[in-house]
C-alpha cells in the first residue's frame, strides 16, 4: 500500500465531525450508504447554484454544459470497470433499479416457461424479488445455490444446478450481509459453458475493490452511486451491447425515442433507448465527483486499508464473550455482522447508538441469510477507509456497554 495519509482522507468527509447524543459521531453503516466527502457536495452545490438546467435537450449554454458534464460521469465509470463502450454504461436510479431493468426487459425476451434462473442463498431482496415476478409471468423456474456455516456458496451445486434450460444466473459480487466476496470469475465461467446470462450484484464490490468487467466477462453488472461516496438515487448497469441492442426499452417516455407518432415510435440508440424521462442530473454530475475522488485515493488501496481495518476490528470483536460471528469467509470485505449474547440485534443497536456508534440492525434486506441461521437478524458494522482504529475501539467499547446493559 502507498503511504496514503487516512486522516487527511477522514478529514474532508464533514458529516464525520459531529457528535451524536453527546458523544463523537462513529459512522459504520456504509454497507447501507457511505459518506460524501466535501468535494461531492461542493459538485452537487455549484450545480444547483450555478449549472442547473435539463439535459440532451436544449441548445442553450446551460443545457449544453450540463449534458457535457453529465455526459463525462459516463465515461468515468466506463473507464472504472473498463467496459469496452459508452454505450454499455446505462444510467439508472440505483442497483435495484438496475436488476429490475434486465429482469423485466431482458427477461421478457428470453425466459419461457421451464427455463431455469439461478440465485444464491446470500441474494440481497433486490437479486431475488425481480427474478420472482419474472418468473411468475413467463413460467421460468428458479434454483437456488446454497452455502455453508461460514457463508461461502457451495460450487459443486452450482455446477450441478447449471444445464441447458439455465438461462440467468444472478449473482452477488459481495455479500451486504455476510461481506462474503463470491468466486464470480468462475462462476461467470462455469455458467457461459452452458451460454446461460451472468447478472452481477455489484453494489458492495465496485466501492471496495478494483472490478475489470472485460476480464469478468459477466453479461451485466449494477451497482449504486450512494455507496461509492456519491450521492442517492443514481446508478448504474453495464450491460454487454449486443444483449442491450436486442432488449426492448424498460420505461417509455422523452428521451428514449427517435421517433413518436400514433402509428409507431422508433427508440433511441443506446445508452438512452433505456433512459427515459428527465434523469436526476445533480445526482448523476455528483457522482462524477465521487468517482474522482475514489480514484484519488485508488481503489487497491481502498482495498487494502479496509481489509487492515477488517482484521483489527477481527482480532479486536473476537475477544469479546458472547459475540458470535455470522459470516466467516477467508475472503471477505470490511462488513462484520454478529450477534451478542441473546440480546436483540435491534436491542443492542439502540443502546449503540446512544455511544454514538451507528451500526445497522436486522435482516439487510437477505431474509434467506436470516432463514439459514434461524435468526431474526444481526448487528452489522460495515467499515469504510475513512474509518479508523478509533471507531474500532468505540465500537468494542459500546458492544461492551450492551452487554453490560442487558445483564
Ligand atoms: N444489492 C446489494 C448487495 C446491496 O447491498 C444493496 C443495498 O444495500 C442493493 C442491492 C440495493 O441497492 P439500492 O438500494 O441502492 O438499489
Redesign the pocket.
Known sequence: MQAIEWDKIRAQFPVLHQQVHGKPLVYLDN??SSQMPQSVIDRINNYHSMEHANIHRGVHYLSQTATDEYERTREKVRDLIHARFIEEIIFT???????NLVADSWGHKNLKEGDEIILSQME?H??IVPWQLIAQKTGAVIKVIPMDESGVLDLEVYASLLNERTKMVAL?H???TLGTVNPVLECCKLAKKFNAAVLI?G??AVPHMPVDIQALNADFY?F?A??MCGPTGF?VLYGKQELLLEMPPYRGGGDMIDRVSFSGTTFNDLPHKFEAGTPPIAAGIGFGESLNFLDSVGLSNIAAREHELLEYANHELSKIDGLQFIGTSTNKTSVISFLLDNIHPTDAGTIMDKYGVAVRTGH??TQPIMEYYSIPGTIRASLSFYNNEQDIDALVSAVKETQSFFT
Open positions: 454497507g447501507a436510479t440505483g442497483t435495484t433499479d438496475s436488476i440481497h433486490a437479486n452477488v459481495v455479500s451486504n450484484d453494489a458492495q449494477a449504486s450512494h455507496k446508478g439487510h434486506c
